[in-house]
């Protein structure tokens, strides 16, 4: 099994450019979540879904949409990218109320 | 909302110390859940405690979980340079996790 797969590894964007992140489970699990984790910091929840068509706000979603048609794919479009979006980016998934498993992340810089 | 408060922030310790992290809830949990990332890595699932008072071993870790449910702590017993990383909790309420800030511990040899 992969796991978790997130694309791209590394990006450069400049400001006010869009892009899409890309995640993909393959263990069925329905809990899917995306973070940002700023330099030294936690990890700050943007969006979630609990399932495919569910999807809600976490702390951070301002900036950020996502969209959930399939149980396998959790997608993360960046909309007019700005420098306070300079971050690494985890995307994870598990079953309800169980271990989370996380991508490798991905290293985005807006300039 | 649900706030879970880790400490310390940092821990420098020489190699052959123990270190001990924090982790509280405003609330109660269902579950706390703890993960380690290695510099540059992703954080991977270390242990869940689920019942009041659990206390679980993994080799030179012990993870606890408080009686009333709303704090845990982990602790290593002779720190060892590939113990070096951020450990986070990730307490479950009300339907969620929500991970701590972290700790990072760094090992001098």
């Known amino acids: 099994n992969a796991g978790v797969t997130q694309t791209p590894k590394f990006r450069i964007l400049k400001i006010g450019q869009s892009m899409t992140l890309q995640c993909t489970q393959d263990?069925?699990?329905?809990?899917m979540y995306w973070y940002r984790q700023d330099p030294g910091m936690g990890l700050k929840l943007i969006y979630y879904?609990?399932?495919?068509?569910?999807?809600d706000k976490g702390e951070v979603p301002n900036g950020y949409n996502v969209s959930r048609s399939t149980t396998e794919d959790f997608p993360l479009r960046l909309e007019l990218a700005a420098p306070s979006q300079t971050s690494v980016y985890f995307c994870a998934s598990s079953p309800e109320g169980a271990r989370y498993t996380f991508g490798s992340g991905t290293r985005l810089t807006v300039v | 909302g649900q706030q879970v408060m880790q400490i310390p922030q940092y821990q420098h310790v020489q190699e052959g110390e123990d270190f001990t992290t924090y982790c509280n809830s405003s609330?109660?949990?269902?579950?706390i859940q703890w993960y380690k990332q290695r510099p540059g890595g992703h954080p991977v699932f270390l242990i869940q405690?689920?019942?009041?008072?659990e206390v679980k071993k993994q080799k030179r870790l012990t993870f606890q979980f408080g009686e009333a449910k709303k704090n845990s702590s982990l602790h290593i017993t002779a720190t060892q340079t590939t113990d070096v990383g951020t450990y986070f909790c990730a307490g479950r309420g009300a339907g969620k996790s929500t991970f701590g800030d972290g700790t990072t511990l760094t090992v001098k040899p």
């Open positions: 263990m069925n699990h329905n809990y």
């Open positions: 879904s609990v399932g495919a068509g569910i999807t």
């Open positions: 405690l689920v019942k009041s008072g």
């Open positions: 609330t109660t949990l269902s579950n």
